[in-house]
């Protein structure tokens, strides 16, 4: 996150992690320099993911649903 409220594009090896993909119609929460994305829907398929975002090191994290 940054105190700019500015949109950036990541470029190199920051858009090579893995992550949850484009979607719509998920949850997310920013906590602690963290985001955190719950399922959503990719087309018409409903996601049941989990994953966090870490904007110093800018890499996706798959967690484990319950």
């Known amino acids: 996150m ?3 409220m500015a949109w950036s594009l990541l470029s190199g090896s920051h ?3 893995l992550g949850p993909g ?3 119609s998920h949850s997310a929460v ?3 320099g963290c985001m955190y994305l719950f399922g ?3 087309g018409l398929r409903e996601q049941r993911d989990f ?3 870490d ?3 800018h890499m ?3 967690l484990r649903n319950k």
């Open 2 to 4: 940054t105190d700019s």
């Open 15 to 17: 858009q090579a992690s």
């Open 22 to 24: 484009p979607r719509h």
């Open 30 to 32: 920013t906590h602690q």
């Open 40 to 42: 959503g829907l990719k």
């Open 51 to 53: 994953w966090k975002w």
């Open 55 to 57: 904007s110093c090191s």
């Open 60 to 62: 996706w994290s798959p």
